[in-house]
């Protein structure tokens, strides 16, 4: 069973009234950038195969009531209420859905609104770092945007998704998960110009290279609306102010001298994360568009130690993750997303994925960490209707 036959079962348990139509997005693994994109600055994510089904069927009068396979009960709000609902908080997983609700309505208002059920289903793993949010956001901003007529393109979608992450459910954070989870291609990761949101496929060619990415899910749960995301995007935004800059994306390596002067040594250590990681993305695409993707693993391996050592966002399930692929002959390795728990990935030769598996399995065990989920994530398509 996939997401889309999952949510249309689960609608029919809802509703007799027949499915309108089943939407689904994608969560998406980032192969390099780590909080640049609230930044302004490049990012470059995949859509992943796992995906997020919202099944919708039209209701007589202005309720939307939503239900997911991930929750014991369905929660309704009559659209009049919608706003209030938003305000008051507290809405838990049902504040994507319906938060995609209220973000949808402000951002279109030619839209007509009407009430709805839906049932949501995912195949995205929740806390690993892999973007289920954005998935459910995705998925479901597609469906209203066709449902109530709004016209909304992919960008504007994903600017939606992003509101209802930031201002409903309350997680301060940038756009890149939105635009890769509505952008995605497959074979291809979204470059990401996080200023002016414009945006290329990069092919990735992984296959055709004999390479595969594993995800490894170390289990440690992250939030990103408590602490240390916060406290990172604060220190960011410290540093480009002592700067005079409107964001660190206006810095480059250049300018890590003059910083090393000015800022005291956590917040400079937070700048020459982001001025750095900033033009690891660039090197990124520069070589995979000239030497295909055996040319990044460094990038990648690089990529994490600053994440370790600057912006101070790894643990140690993830260091181990990172140490174990490396050792097992990834090609290179990083955590993935906003860190604090979450999900390593490794580039590497297909035939190691087993092997590979094993050690980190062994690795975990041998330190007393809880066994991690690992597998394989494809780059794949991202929000599209599915019926
Ligand atoms: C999380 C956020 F949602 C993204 O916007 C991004 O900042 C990421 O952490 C870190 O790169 O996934």
Known sequence: MTAVDDARALLATLTDTPAAGVWSAPGRANLIGEHTDYNEGFVLPFAIAQRTAAAVALRDDDVIRVRSTFSDDAVEVALADL??????????????????????????????????????????????????????????????????????????LARVGRTAENDAVGAPTGIMDQMASMLGEADAATFLDCRTLETRPVTLGFAEAGLAILVVDTLVEHAHSSGGYRERRASCEKGAAAFGVPALRDLTVDDLPRAAEILDDVTFRRVRHIVTEN???????????????????????????????????????????????LASGALGARMTGGGFGGAAIALLPTELVPAATDAVQAAFAASGFRAPNVFTVTPSEGARRDA
């Open 83 to 156: 706003d209030a609902r938003i305000a008051a908080s507290g809405l838990d997983w049902a504040g994507y859905p319906l938060g995609v609700a209220w973000a949808l309505r402000a951002a279109a208002p030619d839209a007509t609104p009407r009430g709805v059920d839906i049932a949501l289903a995912s195949e995205v793993p929740v806390g690993a770092g892999l973007s289920s949010s954005a998935a459910i956001e995705g998925a479901v901003a597609s469906a209203f945007n066709d449902v109530w007529g709004a016209g909304l393109d992919k960008v504007a």
């Open 279 to 325: 033009q690891r993305v660039l090197d990124t695409v520069a070589a995979l568009d000239a030497d295909g993707p055996r040319a990044i693993g460094d990038l990648l391996t690089a990529s994490h130690a600053s994440m370790r050592d600057d912006f101070e966002i790894s643990v140690p399930e993830l260091d181990l993750a990172v140490e174990t692929a």
